[in-house]
């Protein structure tokens, strides 16, 4: 989002039952399980045309969610545009797993879509979470031969091999072998953690950022690391396209046992009346911490 918001639900990564459709769906109606992902673009607007769904409407226009619409964090939402944001909820496939794909998964795999990786490229993955998980899994999807991650959490670690990564780097004495990497995926962090992404990158490399940085005036480069804007460096954004086809693609891969995103489900809640103190964990971030999950009512 783009300003500050108030006074609007939370919540942009749900799974759900449809009580009630609207007289154009047609592919769906009331008792399918679905998922929803985070961005729902409006897909007959301009941008959407051009090639950029999550921007319809304007900047960040398909993050709906409590950038201007109430979010997910409720019994009861609405979602615009169903037969081409909705998904159907694969049988079988576990919710802590499915969970992960509206938007930790897809954001992830957003990155590595875009850091241009080549077969045995070398990839740095920063940031801490599971969209820099997601982007190690990403990033093994896509042939890459070194994967190095910085950070040294305990439990992240552990799922941080098995979805791929090659090399962990700790935060204080971070190394890429003194050549820098191919590409660079930014995914999470402050807004500092670019000029660790610039210094990174080798020349000719593609730096990919998939962060929001929500505060602040400026994002700093260092002149010096960009090779004075002339290095051949790389640097673009940008927010994951949404939509049901990319919902349907995420889940076959989970279910061809490609990843297994409920490795990141560390914390798994049940009951609506939990939905607070899961939030609130997402402040606190525990070391144990990977992302929490509330389950509403696994039967319907």
């Not at 499915?98 to 875009?114: A, C, H, Q, Y």
């Not at 049901?244 to 490609?258: F, H, K, P, Q, T």
């Not at 490795?263 to 899961?278: W, Y």
Request: hydrophobic share 40%; aromatic share 8%.
């Amino acid at each position: 989002m783009i300003g500050d918001r108030n006074d609007l639900i939370l919540g942009h990564e749900a799974l759900g039952v449809v009580d009630e459709v609207g007289s154009e769906v047609k592919d769906f109606k009331p008792g399918d399980r679905v998922i929803v992902p985070a961005i729902t673009p409006d897909w007959d607007n301009e941008a959407a045309q051009r090639g950029c769904p999550s921007q319809s409407t304007g900047p960040l226009g398909g993050w709906k969610f409590s950038n201007f619409k109430d979010r997910v964090f409720a019994e009861y939402f609405h979602v615009n545009m169903a037969d081409a944001n909705f998904a159907k909820l694969p049988e079988g496939m576990s919710l802590e797993a499915v969970v992960m794909i509206p938007d930790m998964l897809s954001t992830g795999f957003r990155g590595t879509e875009n850091a241009t990786m080549s077969m045995r490229g070398t990839v740095a993955v920063l940031g801490i979470g599971p969209v820099r998980l997601s982007a190690i899994a990403g990033a093994k999807l896509q042939r890459a031969g070194k994967i190095f991650v910085v950070g040294t959490r305990p439990k992240a670690s552990e799922v941080v091999k098995e979805y791929g990564a090659t090399d962990m780097i700790s935060c204080k004495e971070g190394s890429t072998d003194g050549e820098g990497v191919d590409s660079v995926i930014i995914a999470g962090g402050r807004e500092d953690i670019i000029l660790d992404a610039v210094r990174a990158g080798k020349s000719g490399s593609m730096i990919y950022n998939t962060n929001y940085f929500g505060s602040g005036g400026r994002v700093p480069i260092c002149r010096e690391v960009w090779g004075f804007r002339m290095a051949d460096k790389d640097l673009p954004a940008g927010l994951y396209p949404g939509g049901r086809v990319r919902m349907e693609r995420l889940a076959d891969r989970v279910s061809y046992g490609r990843i297994d995103p409920a490795s990141m489900a560390t914390h798994v809640f049940h009951g609506f009346d939990k939905t607070a103190e899961a939030l609130l964990l997402m402040k606190e971030k525990p070391r144990d911490l990977i992302k929490p999950v509330v389950i509403i009512d696994e039967n319907l």
